[in-house]
């Protein structure tokens, strides 16, 4: 995988679409803080899928995007208060386990979102299809997405107006490469061409 050429397109689809990437990732963080996370994961997932369709389409993000999947507000809402539960557990057991399972969770689900508002699936069917994404050969290059999209997060979370620019950074950086393996899945599974009909014999 050609992390070099996934860079490239994040930074130039982040930069193609600053102003509105950048209300769009402020109203997102304004609404998750004042519904006191609530919102977040359902307004996450309208937040990918507004990203996603810049990155196809070349359609520009929308602020009323953000509340486009809200029929997934309660598989979304379950899940999240699951991984908050299981993160929590992580740290207070020690600060290593906790940053591993945040690895280990971002790893196998970081394209759980995008395989539940792109094609529909269930959160159960989408985690199953994310993990099978995640650990397709060569799964090293999921393990370098994870620790640079936890790096821009993180660098972008130690200053709070860095967070505007790391976020749709980093989210342009997972779709593109969720792009990819759609990609190769479907050339991987398409049907092979049937072979020729046999020559008729000479008469």
Not at 23 to 29: C, G, H, K, M, R
Not at 58 to 84: N, Q
Not at 92 to 98: N, V
Request: hydrophobic letters at 55%.
């Amino acid at each position: 995988m050609d992390f070099k050429e996934h860079a490239e397109t994040a930074w130039q689809n982040t930069l193609k679409f600053i102003g509105p990437v950048l209300i769009l990732t402020l109203v997102q963080i304004v609404v998750s803080v004042c519904s006191l996370g609530i919102l977040a994961p359902v307004t996450i997932a309208g937040y990918m899928q507004s990203l996603l369709r810049a990155l196809r389409e070349g359609r520009e993000p929308d602020v009323k995007d953000l509340f486009s999947e809200m029929r997934l507000f309660l598989p979304l809402a379950l899940f999240g208060f699951l991984v908050m539960m299981a993160l929590m557990l992580g740290f207070t057991m020690l600060i290593l386990p906790g940053i591993l399972m945040t690895a280990a969770l971002v790893f196998g689900t970081i394209y759980m979102v995008p395989l539940m508002t792109d094609k529909e699936m269930g959160i159960m069917d989408a985690l199953k299809e994310s993990w099978a994404m995640a650990t397709r050969e060569p799964w090293t290059d999921q393990i370098i997405l994870t620790v640079l999209y936890l790096v821009i997060m993180s660098l972008g979370g130690s200053v709070f107006v860095a967070i505007f620019f790391a976020q749709p950074l980093a989210t342009f950086l997972v779709l593109s490469v969720y792009e990819e393996r759609l990609q190769n899945k479907q050339h991987v599974t398409a049907p092979a061409s049937p072979p020729p009909p046999p020559a008729a014999a000479e008469q």
